[in-house]
């Protein structure tokens, strides 16, 4: 989690949109690497 405000709108947006955990952990993992 290097990125703090991108990261955080993702999860946001994708809480927003009803992600839940399976979408914020891809778009964390996408991000970690």
């Known amino acids: 989690m290097r990125?703090?405000?991108p990261v955080v709108?993702?999860?946001e947006l994708a809480?927003?949109?009803?992600?839940h955990e399976?979408?914020?952990r891809r778009a964390?993992?996408?991000h970690d690497e």
């Open 28 to 30: 964390l993992a996408r």
């Open 3 to 5: 990125s703090g405000p």
């Open 9 to 11: 709108t993702m999860v």
């Open 22 to 24: 399976p979408g914020i």
């Open 15 to 19: 809480r927003r949109t009803g992600l």
